[in-house]
Each structure stands twice: as C-alpha cells, then as structure tokens.
C-alpha cells in the first residue's frame, strides 16, 4: 500500500495504481484480523490451560499491555484523521470541484486503512485485557 501511495508503479505495459492499492488495502485489514485472531485464541487457550505457554507470546504480552495498544491506535487514529484533513484542505484548494481520482485517492486509501487499523489496534487492546481477567474463586 505504501508503495503505491505516491504514484503508480509501471512494469513493462501493466500499471499497479490505485485500484491495486484499494485491494492491497484490504488484503492488509484482512491479514491483520487474521493476525489479532491468532494472538486472541492463543492468548485464550494459554490463559485457559489448554496449551502450554509459547516464550516469545510471553514477551511480546509484556509489552503489548493495555496502554501500548491504545497508544499505538491513537498514532493510527490521528496519522489517518490527520491525512484525512490534508486531503480536505487539497479540496478546498481547488475551491471544492472536482480532484483528479488519481491523486487523491492515494491519500484516501492510505487515511480510511490507518483510521480502520487504528481503532482495530485499540478495541483489540481491550478485548485482550478482557481476556485476561481471571474469575476469583470464592
């Protein structure tokens, strides 16, 4: 997505532009949901004592904790809003008319996937700590 977000890419007759970075996008969203469904059913099954405990999934959950993950969000949050505004301010230059797609796009593309990741990041950090709330046992 990153590669394509500042022109297309020509190899030989074929063009990579924008179309291929709507999709490149969504592969992205796609492969880390697939990621976040991993970490939640290990973290669920090592929690659960259904399978031993992985020591590179401990180290990493000493450091993603709640905080991390909400800090990390809110950097996607604000980098894509952020992108986000300077697409509008573009549009106004132009005095609201009409943009050429393949411009403006790129820009679009890159803010909706950092806002969609953002808030992934964030309600993903909650639901971890959720999960990793122990039941007392009275």
Known sequence: VLFLSTS???FGTDVLDIHTMVYASVMVLTG??????AV????????EG??????MMQK???WLKLETGL????????SGFATTLISL???SQTGWGDLDPHQTMRLVILSSLCIAMGAQVCFSSFFLSILS???IQA
């Open 8 to 10: 297309p890419f020509s």
């Open 32 to 37: 880390f949901q697939a990621i976040l469904f």
């Open 40 to 47: 939640y059913t290990n973290h669920y099954a090592v929690n």
């Open 50 to 55: 259904l399978v031993p405990g992985d020591p």
């Open 60 to 62: 990493l959950g000493r």
């Open 71 to 78: 800090v990390i969000g809110c950097f996607l949050l604000v």
């Open 89 to 91: 301010y573009r549009w």
């Open 133 to 135: 709330i122990r039941k």
